[in-house]
Each structure stands twice: as structure tokens, then as C-alpha cells.
């Protein structure tokens, strides 16, 4: 069975400074990794999506994750937070050919001006 | 393009009754799938259809919980005998399940609350 543990429910930065939020994972099979964030009372928008090709992957609005087996990590970061960037975040992992999401607990992200 | 939508945004019951949630994916999304979100649970999975085959029921918590989906497009879920432990935020997804294509995109939910 796949799992992703998220190492913190909350992480608080300000503006400006970088981000990193923590997720490793544990699977049997190659797994495809991803990142989502919820914005308050808003859907859940994909970031970014590992699926066994490069281990650095870039996504949107400034985000990119590295994929690392040696650590089964698989963090997130952006260089400088902005103010929309503060919402939740999930670490998702599903095993390669198969559809189910299993998702981590999530951490927020609060960002101060 | 029109994204995934739901419906009804928020419905509010009385436990013991029986509700319908309704999920419309995108258009040529052959995958189709129930999530739910609560406080005490998370994000977990509920149920999967791809195209004409069996669907993947194995996150429903109980039998309860039913789903179908009519002509490969809409999907509806019920629950029967609601009950307060059901109270949540009920998310639907949808995918192209291309070869190597597994994003999956969420609709806005519909948020249960069962009195």
C-alpha cells in the first residue's frame, strides 16, 4: 500500500522569503507523486506531477518539487512566497497505472506581510 | 473550458434521509471519481469509474453509499440513512486517463452537513 506523510501541519513564513514544505512518501511500486493546493472554499488545483521522468519537477506559479528515492522525498519549495500563495497543501501519491489519489494529511501554508 | 462542476453546492439534511450528489466531469474525461473530505478523515478516496469497466469501489465506507454513472458522463452519489458521521465535503474528479496522463481535476465539492 501507498502512503505520503506530510512532516508539518503548519508552516509560516513571510513574504518574500522561501518556502519548503515536507512530504515523504512510501509506496512498493514506482509511484507518481504530486502536489495540490486548496485555496479557502476553493477546488483543489494541481501544482506540479512526478512521473518517473526528471526528479526535478517544475509547476505553477513558482513551485517545483524534487524527487528523491534515496530519501523517498518529496518536497516543495519556491524561492519567494507571495501573499496568494497562503492555502493548503497536499502531498498525493498514486502507484503507476492505477487512479486512486491517496493524499496527506495537508500543511498550511500562512504567509505574513 | 467548463472545469468540473457539482451540484448542489451545499445541502443540508436531516439525518436519517437520503441525498443525491451530483458531479458532471469534463467533457471526454472517460474517469470519473468520488473523494471525501472531513475533519477527522482527510482526503480519502471513495470510488472510481473508468469507461464501461466495473467500478472501483473499494473506498466506499459502507454500504450505505452507492454510486452510478449514466452514459460514461454524469455521475451521481447517494447515500442512504444519512448519518452525522456523514457530514463532509464530497469532492468529484475527472481525467483523460491518457497513457501516462493521471491528472486529476476537482470539481468545487458539495458540503453535506447531516442534523
Known amino acids: 500500500a501507498q502512503s505520503v506523510t506530510q512532516l508539518d501541519s503548519h508552516v509560516s513564513v513571510s513574504e518574500g522569503t522561501p518556502v519548503l514544505l515536507r512530504c515523504n512518501y512510501s509506496s512498493s511500486y514506482s509511484p507518481s507523486l504530486f502536489w495540490y493546493v486548496q485555496h479557502p472554499n476553493k477546488g483543489l488545483q494541481l501544482l506540479l506531477k512526478y512521473t518517473s521522468a526528471a526528479t526535478l519537477v517544475k509547476g505553477i506559479n513558482g513551485f517545483e518539487a524534487e524527487f528523491k528515492k534515496s530519501e523517498t522525498s518529496f518536497h516543495l519549495t519556491k524561492p519567494s512566497a507571495h501573499m496568494s500563495d497562503a492555502a493548503e497543501y497536499f502531498c498525493?501519491?498514486?502507484?503507476?497505472?492505477?487512479?486512486?489519489?491517496?493524499f496527506g494529511t495537508g500543511t498550511r501554508l500562512l504567509v505574513s506581510p | 473550458g467548463a472545469g468540473v462542476s457539482q451540484s448542489p453546492s451545499n445541502k443540508v439534511t436531516e439525518k436519517g434521509k437520503d441525498v443525491e450528489l451530483r458531479c458532471d466531469p469534463i467533457s471526454g474525461h472517460t474517469a470519473l471519481y468520488w473523494y471525501r473530505q472531513s475533519l477527522g478523515q482527510g482526503l480519502e478516496f471513495l470510488i472510481y469509474f473508468q469507461g464501461n469497466s466495473a467500478p472501483d469501489k473499494s473506498g466506499l465506507p459502507s454500504d450505505r453509499f452507492s454510486a452510478e454513472r449514466t452514459g460514461g458522463s454524469v455521475s451521481t452519489l447517494t447515500i442512504q440513512r444519512t448519518q452525522q458521521e456523514d457530514s463532509a465535503v464530497y469532492l468529484c474528479?475527472?481525467?483523460?486517463?491518457?497513457?501516462?496522463?493521471?491528472?486529476?481535476?476537482f470539481g468545487p465539492g458539495t458540503r453535506l452537513t447531516v442534523t
Open positions: 474528479a475527472s481525467s483523460r486517463s491518457d497513457r501516462g496522463t493521471y491528472e486529476q481535476y
Open positions: 498525493v501519491v498514486s502507484n503507476t497505472g492505477f487512479q486512486k489519489l491517496v
